[in-house]
Each structure stands twice: as C-alpha cells, then as structure tokens.
C-alpha cells in the first residue's frame, strides 16, 4: 500500500511540475514595451504583427551568459538554413551598451530588441524563464507553436523548422 500511496504521489508530482506550453501570448506580454537598437520602443505584440505570416524563432538571450554565446554558430547555422524564418533576440542584459557590444561583438543577424524589465517584466513572467537561452516558435497565424526549447538541438524545435 505504501508502494501505491508513494507512486500516486510521484506521479502527481511530476504533472504538477511539468512546464505550461501555451499557445497565444498573454495581452500583458503584448503590451511590454521593447527597446530597439536604434532606441525606439515597440510593444511585443507589434514586433510579432510585423513579422505576421511567417514563422519567428524568437531567442531570449544575453551577451553575459556562457551558454548562449556557445549556442551561437548553431544558431547561425539554423538562420542559414531557414532564411524564410525570422529570427527575433529579446535581450535580458544588464545594460544597452553591453547588449550592443553583444550584438557587435558576435555579429548577430536578426531582429534585436532589449528587454527593459527582464525577467520581471509581463513578457517575462508570462515565460516563465527559468533558463537561458530560451528559444520559442511563433507560427505564420501568431500562435505559439514551440513555448520552450534552451538547446538548439531540440527535436521539436528542429522539427518546426522544417
């Protein structure tokens, strides 16, 4: 009986504890305010009805942490192959400056945009980021078909791709 009880319990645990993968951005998410390179603000939402009708890999990453930096010619790669996608970064680096250093130093290609309120913010609650790089899939309707991949190599993200 123990056994059973214990089992119950793993198991319910394990579904409590398994990430939400939604599929459409909360309007809270839609309305944080991103900073682009030029310094102009744009809401999310309207950075996404620009891109409307095409599929965007949308990279949360930033240019102090190790793991995107190492991701980044997978990355480029991926960009090569699929040049009808676009490519969307969202910053959560600790300054503008140090985010275009990133950009520069690394010659990122792509649509950048800076994260202002982080992890804190309604797109970044909304995301849940636990860990970056995050990766993400919008599809050309605006529904979000990938919500969480951190590896570049992940079979639903390579599969979306296709």
Not at 11 to 31: G, H, P, R, W, Y
Not at 42 to 52: D, P, T
Not at 65 to 89: A, G, T
Request: net charge positive; with cysteine; charged share 25%.
């Amino acid at each position: 009986m123990k056994k059973i009880f214990l089992i119950i319990i793993l198991v319910n645990t394990f579904l409590n504890c398994q990430s939400k993968s939604e599929t459409a951005f909360s309007s809270e998410a839609l309305t944080e305010q991103l900073i682009s390179v030029d310094g102009e603000k744009f809401k999310f939402g309207e950075v996404l009805q620009e891109n409307n009708g095409n599929y965007i890999f949308i990279n949360v990453w930033a240019s102090w942490c190790k793991d995107c930096i190492v991701s980044l010619p997978d990355l480029k790669e991926l960009q090569r192959k699929n040049s009808n996608v676009k490519f969307l970064y969202l910053s959560l680096d600790k300054s503008i400056k140090k985010w275009k250093e990133g950009i520069k130093k690394y010659g990122i290609e792509g649509d950048h945009f800076f994260l202002p309120n982080k992890k804190k913010g309604p797109l970044g609650k909304f995301l849940t980021i636990d860990w970056i790089p995050r990766y993400l899939i919008v599809n050309p309707e605006g529904k979000i078909a990938l919500f969480k991949a951190i590896e570049t190599n992940d079979e639903n993200l390579l599969n979306l791709l296709k």
